[in-house]
């Protein structure tokens, strides 16, 4: 028999499951998660807790161990920069983030990345979650511009936005796609660029 030499990759990749935080905020980060993502805990406790939004059996899980200590520059320390959270249409994007903002909970960093439109925001604790549409409406379309596209390739991070803006121009009837093409062009800016895309700093 010959001898297999594509080892390098498994042939059935894993898919992505859950994302662990640890955290001395249990509570908040639950209530936080739901109100945000649409998290619900199936077990919930002080010590630790399993948090889902469709069928798999948790995709957050929250550990609060004994001698846990918060970080002490999270900001600029290496890790997970955010967790992302991904709508199906432009309309169900635009309406979290109207229902977000009247709730009080507000984006840090707002972002057209061309393969994705999106929205990042801090949980209690600090951790980034970006909540996003996909610019193409498509995985396939969307990851043939990241990976083929010049615009992506000179500018990676993308176009900043003032979602209010974004709000106005849909309910002034403009579609998605117009949306998106005059936010790439850079049209609906803020009044203030952000200087950098680190998580700010709340300890």
Not at 1 to 26: G, I, Q, S, V
Not at 179 to 184: D, F, K, S, V
Request: charged share 20%; glycine share 6%.
């Amino acid at each position: 028999m010959p001898e297999n030499k594509a080892t390098n990759w498994p042939a059935n990749p894993p898919k992505l499951h859950h994302t662990t935080f640890t955290t001395l905020r249990m509570n908040e980060m639950v209530t936080w998660y739901g109100l945000v993502c649409g998290l619900r805990p199936v077990f919930q406790s002080d010590e630790a807790s399993w948090l889902t939004n469709d069928d798999a059996n948790h995709r957050i899980a929250l550990l609060s161990p004994p001698g846990l200590k918060h970080p002490t520059d999270k900001g600029h320390e290496t890790g997970i920069h955010h967790t992302a959270f991904e709508f199906s249409t432009f309309d169900m994007w635009m309406n979290n983030y109207i229902r977000l903002r009247d709730h009080g909970i507000l984006p840090f960093l707002q972002l057209d990345h061309g393969i994705t439109m999106s929205v990042y925001y801090q949980d209690p604790d600090g951790n980034g979650v970006e909540i996003q549409v996909d610019g193409f409406g498509d995985w396939a379309d969307s990851s043939e511009w990241i990976a083929n596209a010049k615009e992506f390739a000179e500018n990676p991070i993308g176009t900043f936005f003032d979602a209010e803006k974004l709000v106005a121009a849909r309910d002034a009837g403009l579609s998605f796609q117009e949306i998106h093409e005059r936010t790439r062009a850079g049209e609906y800016l803020p009044e203030v660029i952000p200087e950098d895309i680190f998580l700010p700093e709340v300890w």
